[in-house]
C-alpha cells in the first residue's frame, strides 16, 4: 500500500495472534501479510481510494475498539482491509465513526 495507508497499517501490529474471526486459524495473518491483501484488493478490485480510506483508517486509530492485532472488537474484521471495501461501514454499535 501506500501513503497514509500503509504508515498507519503497521499501527496495528497485527501479530497472528487472534485471527481474524471469519479466516480459520491457520490463516491468522501478520502485518506485512495484510498489506499484500491490500495491495491485491486495489490492484484488482473497486476500492474507496486513497482520501477516503485514509479518513477512515484515521477513524479507526481513534476508536478504543481497535485491538492490537489489527483487527476491530465489533466485526474481528482486519482493519486495514475493511477500509479499502467500499461496500462496507463502520461497525461501531454505537454508530459509524467513519464519515
Same mark, same amino acid.
Given at each position: 500500500? /501506500?501513503?497514509?495507508? =500503509?504508515? !498507519? #497499517?503497521? #499501527?496495528?501490529? +497485527?501479530?497472528?495472534?487472534? %485471527?481474524? !474471526?471469519?479466516?480459520?486459524?491457520?490463516? *491468522? +495473518?501478520?502485518?506485512?501479510?495484510?498489506? $499484500?491483501? #491490500? =495491495? $491485491?484488493? !486495489? &490492484?484488482?478490485?473497486?476500492?474507496?481510494?486513497? =482520501? #477516503?480510506?485514509? $479518513?477512515?483508517? &484515521? *477513524?479507526?486509530?481513534?476508536?478504543?475498539?481497535?485491538?492490537?492485532?489489527? /483487527?476491530? $472488537?465489533?466485526?474481528?474484521?482486519?482493519? *486495514?482491509?475493511?477500509?479499502?471495501? %467500499?461496500? !462496507? /461501514?463502520?461497525?461501531? %454499535?454505537?454508530? &459509524?465513526?467513519?464519515?
Amino acid at each position: 500500500m /501506500t501513503g497514509m495507508i =500503509e504508515e !498507519k #497499517a503497521g #499501527a496495528f501490529g +497485527a501479530s497472528g495472534d487472534r %485471527p481474524c !474471526k471469519r479466516c480459520p486459524p491457520a490463516d *491468522a +495473518a501478520d502485518g506485512e501479510r495484510i498489506l $499484500r491483501m #491490500a =495491495e $491485491r484488493i !486495489k &490492484a484488482g478490485m473497486d476500492w474507496v481510494g486513497e =482520501e #477516503a480510506a485514509g $479518513r477512515r483508517m &484515521a *477513524a479507526c486509530l481513534a476508536c478504543g475498539d481497535r485491538l492490537p492485532d489489527g /483487527t476491530c $472488537r465489533h466485526c474481528g474484521c482486519y482493519v *486495514a482491509i475493511r477500509i479499502l471495501l %467500499p461496500g !462496507k /461501514t463502520c461497525p461501531h %454499535p454505537g454508530g &459509524a465513526r467513519w464519515l
